[in-house]
């Protein structure tokens, strides 16, 4: 079975600092996983993805995710937080097939 | 060109009407998705099709009938709709065989509101 972890429902950070939103995964063999921002009134768009071939995955935005197996962790990281990444974060896993697992979401608000 | 676009994006009714969400994808996806986001921002799988066939039907009320006349639309139809039905309906696609399917590509979402 398969499930995803956002531990933080809200994380606020002041702009120009780092961001780090965490997600855990449990699954029964290697997943595909996925980072999804939404902005306010607006569908969800991909910002990385990870399958299975280098640990360290870069996306849109600045913005990285490193896979650690070892931790099932799949965290959501920047070095500077602009106004503009305002928005909800949802980790997503998936079995490369049918099954698509969406976390609970994380709220990321920048302060001025 | 909007990839997956939606229909109506605002959708205010009466308990007990019947209404419909259009969804068209132009991407040349075999798949297509419905999904369900209430006022918590939680996501809800509710039907998936792949080339108009309905793989994916979760626990979703019958009042809810999705259709997918083609494998570029996928339509939503809830008969008597009821207050707990509001929320933000939103419409996704993906290719079968992509590495990892959940690189999904969704509408903008339309927000229902049932009075």
């Known amino acids: 079975a398969q499930s995803v972890t956002q531990l933080d429902s809200h994380v606020s950070v002041s702009e120009g600092t780092p961001v780090l939103l965490r997600c855990n995964y449990s699954s029964s063999y290697s997943p595909s996983l996925f980072w999804y921002v939404q902005h306010p009134n607006k569908g969800l768009q991909l910002l990385l993805k990870y399958t299975s071939a280098a640990t360290l995955v870069k996306g849109i935005n600045g913005f990285e995710a490193e896979f650690k197996k070892s931790e099932t962790s799949f965290h959501l990281t920047k070095p500077s937080a602009h106004m503009s990444d305002a928005a909800e974060y949802f980790c997503v896993v998936s079995d490369g097939a049918s099954k698509i697992i969406f976390g609970s979401g994380t709220r990321l608000s920048i302060r001025p | 060109d909007t990839a997956v676009s939606q229909t109506p994006k605002y959708l205010v009714t009466q308990m007990g009407n019947d209404k419909s969400i259009k969804c068209e994808q132009n991407?040349?996806?075999?798949?297509m998705y419905w999904y369900k986001q209430d006022s918590k921002k939680f996501l809800k799988i509710m039907f998936s099709?792949?080339?108009?066939?309905?793989?994916i039907n979760e626990t979703v009320p019958n009042r809810f009938s999705p259709k997918s006349p083609d494998k570029a639309h996928l339509n939503l139809h809830i008969n008597s709709l009821e207050l707990g039905d509001s929320a933000v309906y939103f419409c996704?696609?993906?290719?079968?065989?992509?590495?990892?399917?959940?690189?999904?590509?969704f509408g903008e979402g339309s927000r229902l509101t049932v009075l």
């Open positions: 991407l040349g996806h075999d798949t």
């Open positions: 099709y792949n080339n108009k066939e309905l793989i």
């Open positions: 996704a696609s993906s290719q079968t065989g992509l590495a990892g399917a959940g690189e999904l590509f």
